[in-house]
């Protein structure tokens, strides 16, 4: 039984660029949450998707972006990239209505903005 | 005032020894409360989770949730040195799996 899978693991971009960052959920799983975790930071809630569509949203601007497709995996567009940007990326995966164990992270990717 | 706050640490104890984590959160309407553990350049492990007051115990983790205070507490007993890690506190508000999370605590466990 696969966990949550999150690609790529580590990149690099310049200011200005676009980057997307993938994530597959656990195998049951049919809601998907990103997070950015600055270092020495707990992770800020981003957005959160179930069922293709946008769900919730935390206090991120505009330039971040996603998407839900019909397995369930998960997108996540940054565009126009900051050095305040470079952080950890997390995919949480998790149940609909369930709560308690059932949140999932991933590995994360990091992202390197110079 | 921060949603979850937590003492940044680091907090320091040796092996053998009890270390006590705290947290508080502002939400009165939270719901669930999690504790993760998480390694320098790792993604954030589920430890325990809680969502009544009192305690709660698994293994050598006690979560302890005080409402009225709105006040949680994980404690480590017999503190080994591979327990060294920042130790994140959680919440969530509602049905929706949204976590707030703490800035967490460094624990160092010392020889």
């Known amino acids: 039984d696969a966990g949550v899978t999150q690609s790529p693991t580590h990149l690099i971009k310049t200011r200005g660029q676009q980057v997307t960052l993938r994530c597959s959920p656990k195998?049951?799983?049919?809601?998907v949450s990103w997070y950015q975790q600055a270092l020495g930071q707990g992770p800020q809630f981003i957005f959160q998707y179930y069922e293709e569509e946008e769900r919730q949203r935390g206090n991120f601007p505009d330039r971040f972006s996603g998407h839900q497709f019909p397995n369930y995996s998960s997108e996540l567009n940054v565009n126009a990239l900051l050095l305040g940007d470079s952080a950890l990326y997390l995919c949480?995966?998790?149940?609909?209505?369930?709560?308690?164990?059932?949140?999932?992270f991933g590995e994360g990717s990091w992202l390197t903005v110079v | 005032q921060k949603e979850v706050e937590q003492n940044s640490g680091p907090l320091s104890v040796p092996e053998g020894a009890i270390a006590s984590l705290n947290c508080t959160y502002s939400d009165r309407g939270s719901q669930s409360f999690f504790w993760y553990r998480q390694y320098s350049g790792k993604s954030p492990e589920l430890i325990m989770f809680i969502y009544s007051n009192g305690d709660k115990e698994d293994g050598r983790f006690t979560a302890q949730l005080n409402k009225a205070s709105q006040y949680v507490s994980l404690l480590i007993r017999d503190s080994q040195p591979s327990d060294s890690a920042t130790y994140l506190c959680a919440v969530t508000t509602g049905t929706a799996s949204k976590l707030t999370f703490g800035t967490g605590t460094r624990l160092q466990v010392t020889l």
């Open positions: 195998s049951g799983h049919d809601t």
């Open positions: 949480a995966s998790s149940l609909r209505g369930h709560s308690g164990n059932t949140i999932y």
